[in-house]
Each structure stands twice: as structure tokens, then as C-alpha cells.
């Protein structure tokens, strides 16, 4: 489409259409007959009402005819943001959740990630969740791999090649010793760590981030986490560990860091709650850790499927909430057992009515607010709001293309009442939860690039 105006981006693709996403301040805002403009850098040009089109035809240069019209029962919504998923554990997702968390790590987990040191078998299962999580929707993923190099390198690449937003992590760990097979020297995991994000950096994947992951403080020294956060801060990198999982988990970080106050403090004392941190869990932090947390604009990443999956417990969402810290949601696979971040926000909701049940006092988590938190309240923890969450001008174009009659969807839509049914269309994203794979999901857009349905490279 021709740039008329002196306008400084070339738009690419107009859609009509209902537009649902989430603001700071409104949990849920629905947009009927929106016009929405996509530029050729994949960011959108604008957002505006239907009666706006001739004024915006003329100054984006744009023919009416050139518009994708979405159907009566369609709409955009932001891509989902996994706050927390470890790529490398996808191949055993929905079994071995017979333990607790430090039994299962090393009965199921590190046997498994010990395999991808052969980048045949990574490049398998990578190419594999990248795929999924794409499909269902998941356009930003924050990624744990393994303590190899070469094999977290090749998630990147992967991640970039089939458009997925991504922050990869190569894990630290440099004291296991329930499993002294799979962990690194601390001087191997520094040198490595550095090797990770130099060659990654060097790569220019415009999607693809590197983050600095200390598996969490029962696998690394006081020496290694140190080490961490200062490569963390002379490079301005993301962080993503563990927090305050399980009571067992939290007794043995007492334990072994006797000097720290908390676990949180374990952390804070290595320079590893940045603005640009996301820590996993958090099931049992104390009101002084959530302090912190809101002080040193550290995030947490509530993955209920694998909280209750490995019984390590229920954390408070509206606790978090009111103590004002940055929050997304995980899907934790595979101690969550579903890579679908609609799952994660069922699991939060249902969650958060178990705490009900326990407290009627206890104010429920809405549907609103979780679809928040599954999509702007993503990319806040991991600060990329200014990037991606919802549909503001200026951002990338990050959006699933949901259409609730889509043939072979899990949805029987009973009672139509035309275009309004957009106001009712969280009680059938709600329906579709139980779909690992969801059908409703026709499109999905990373930066503007249509990458869901894949096109498959042809053969030469």
C-alpha cells in the first residue's frame, strides 16, 4: 500500500474487526469495528474506529478495498507471553508428576536435560515446543535449556527461524549433588555463560534475547551467583531463576546460604533482582519478599499447573497484585504439564478459588484480570511492554487471530446475537481451555509476520 502523506512507515495490511486486549488500567477493552494498521516493520500504525476510515485511507494511502474484513465471529486478541517454560524438559510434559519437586529434578529432570549435549536430540524436541507453543498461541516465550552451549544456541536459532519472540537461557549450575553428572564447574558456567551471550548477541536474531539463568540457589554457589548478576549487569541482560517453590526447597536454600534473611535475600545479596528479572513461582514468598520484589522491580512468573501438578503449593495472586509487583504467567512445562498458556490461566483462576474456598474472604481472581496477566502482564515481567502485550501504536504487531466457529473447535456456539457476541466471547475462550492444541486459534503474528498456520520450506 503507497505512503501518501509523508508518513515515515509504508503500511503493509489494514484489518476490520473486533480487537479485545488490555490496558494499565482496564483489565479487558473490546474494540468493535476497529480499523487496525499493520506497517512494514510489522508495528502498528494505528488503532481506531470504523468511522475514522476515510481520514485514515487518506493519510496512510490506502485503498478501502485493500482491507481484510474479520468474520462475525472473529477477533484479534495479543499473543500470550510464557513467563517461564523449560524447552529442554518437552519431551516427558504430562508424565513423571508422581514426586515432589526435589525428587522429581532428580529421578526425571536432569537424566533427561544430561541428553542434550547430542544436538541431534535438541534440535528434535526445540524444534518441537517452539512449534506448540506457537500453535497455541504463545507468541513471547522466556526460555530455560540446558548447561550446553551449543544446544541452547541452536533453541535460538530456532526460535528466530520460526518467529517466535524469545529470551533463551543456557542453566547454571554448579552444585548438584544428588546428580554430580550434570553440573558445570563455576568457572566453566561463567566462561560458557559468556561464550552463550556473545555468540547469541553476534547472531542479530531481531526476536531472540539472551538471559542469564542460575538454575536456582539450591544448584548454584554463593560464588557462581555472584558472578551472575555482574555479568547480568555490565551486559543489561534479562535474569530468570527460581523462587520459594516448595517448603522442602526453601529449608535446604536456608541451609546451605545460612547468612541470607530469606531466599529472596539470597538473590538481592548477588545483584539478581534487576527491573529485569522474572523469578518462577514464588508460592511462599512473605509480604518483606514481595516488598523487595516491588523495590528492586523484580517479576514473578505464577505457573499454577505445575504448583499443584508437583504439590509445592498455591501462590496468592491478589497478595501479589496488591503489593504492586510485575506479574505473568508460566506454564512451567514439564512440571506443568500443558505448554498452553490458555491452560496456565485456567489453572490460575481455578487457583485462586481453591484460596476462596479456604477464605471466603479471599477475593477472587477475575477472568479480566487474568487475561491480563497472560498478556500485557507478560510482557511487563519481562520487560518487553514496550514492545509487545497489547495493541498500541508504535508496538509490534504480536496477535492471535481467534475465530470461536472455527471447523473442528471445541466450541458449539448455541445463540448468536450478531456482532455483539464479541461481549460475551470470554465465556468461549474460557470453553476452549481443555485444547492442548487449540483450533480456534486460525492465526498468529510475531512482529507481523504471519507465522501460524507454518510455511513449510519447500524442497529443492
Known amino acids: 500500500m503507497a505512503n501518501s502523506n509523508g508518513y515515515t512507515a509504508e503500511i503493509m495490511r489494514v484489518y476490520r474487526g473486533t480487537c479485545i486486549h488490555s490496558t494499565q488500567h482496564t483489565a479487558v477493552e473490546i474494540l468493535e469495528d476497529a480499523l487496525l494498521g499493520v506497517d512494514v516493520k510489522g508495528k502498528i500504525a494505528f488503532i481506531e474506529k470504523d468511522s475514522e476510515l476515510d ?7 490506502f485503498s478501502p478495498s485493500e482491507i481484510t474484513q474479520l468474520a462475525q465471529h472473529e477477533f484479534f486478541m495479543p499473543g500470550m507471553v510464557d513467563t517461564h517454560i523449560h524447552a529442554s524438559q518437552y519431551s516427558y510434559a504430562g ?15 536432569f537424566p533427561v536435560e544430561s541428553r542434550f549435549k547430542d544436538l541431534e536430540f535438541a534440535q528434535r524436541v526445540y524444534t518441537k515446543v517452539v512449534k506448540r507453543t506457537l500453535r497455541n498461541g504463545t507468541t513471547t516465550a522466556c526460555y530455560h535449556a540446558t548447561i ?36 558445570e564447574t563455576c568457572q566453566e558456567s561463567q566462561e560458557e555463560t559468556c561464550r552463550f551471550i556473545a555468540e547469541l548477541l553476534d547472531k542479530k536474531y531481531p526476536l531472540v534475547k539472551p538471559v542469564v539463568t542460575p538454575r536456582f540457589a539450591p544448584t548454584c554457589t554463593g560464588a557462581l551467583l555472584g558472578q551472575l548478576g555482574a555479568i547480568a549487569k555490565n551486559n543489561n541482560l534479562h535474569i530468570q531463576s527460581h523462587i520459594s517453590e516448595n517448603a522442602e526447597e526453601i529449608k535446604l536454600v536456608k541451609d546451605l546460604f545460612p547468612e541470607s534473611k530469606s531466599y529472596t535475600d ?10 529485569k528479572t522474572v523469578m518462577a513461582h514464588g508460592c511462599h514468598l512473605t509480604d518483606e519478599e514481595l516488598t523487595l520484589f516491588r523495590e528492586t522491580g523484580t517479576s514473578l512468573s505464577h505457573c499454577p499447573n505445575s504448583n499443584i501438578s508437583l504439590c509445592s503449593g498455591v501462590l496468592n495472586v491478589r497478595n501479589v497484585l496488591n503489593h504492586k509487583v510485575k506479574l505473568g504467567l508460566g506454564t512451567d512445562v514439564a512440571g506443568g504439564y500443558s505448554a498452553s498458556i ?15 474456598i479456604q477464605d471466603p474472604g479471599h477475593e477472587t481472581l477475575t477472568f479480566e484480570e487474568a487475561f491480563r496477566i497472560a498478556t500485557l502482564g507478560g510482557s511487563q515481567a519481562l520487560s518487553l511492554d514496550d514492545q509487545t502485550g497489547n495493541f498500541e501504536v508504535g508496538k509490534d504487531f504480536d496477535a492471535l487471530r481467534v475465530n470461536v466457529t472455527a471447523p473442528g473447535g471445541p466450541i458449539d456456539l448455541i445463540q448468536s446475537d450478531g456482532p455483539k457476541v464479541a461481549l460475551n466471547l470470554f465465556n468461549h475462550i474460557y470453553s476452549q481451555m481443555n485444547k492442548s492444541d487449540d483450533r480456534n486459534i486460525v492465526e498468529v503474528f510475531v512482529a507481523g509476520r504471519k507465522v501460524v498456520p507454518f510455511t513449510e520450506p519447500k524442497p529443492e
Open 342 to 356: 490458555l491452560d496456565a490461566l485456567r489453572r490460575a483462576l481455578d487457583s485462586s478459588k481453591i484460596l476462596t
Open 266 to 275: 539470597v538473590y538481592h545479596k548477588h545483584n539478581l533482582l534487576t527491573d
Open 55 to 61: 481520514g485514515l485511507s487518506e493519510k496512510f494511502g
Open 95 to 109: 508424565t513423571a508428576l508422581d514426586m515432589p519437586l526435589m525428587q522429581w529434578l532428580c529421578t526425571y529432570t
Open 148 to 183: 550446553h552451549t551449543d544446544a541452547t544456541l541452536l533453541l535460538g536459532q530456532i526460535a528466530n527461524d520460526l518467529g517466535q519472540r524469545a529470551l533463551v537461557g543456557k542453566v547454571c549450575m554448579d552444585r548438584n549433588n544428588p546428580a554430580k553428572y550434570y553440573k
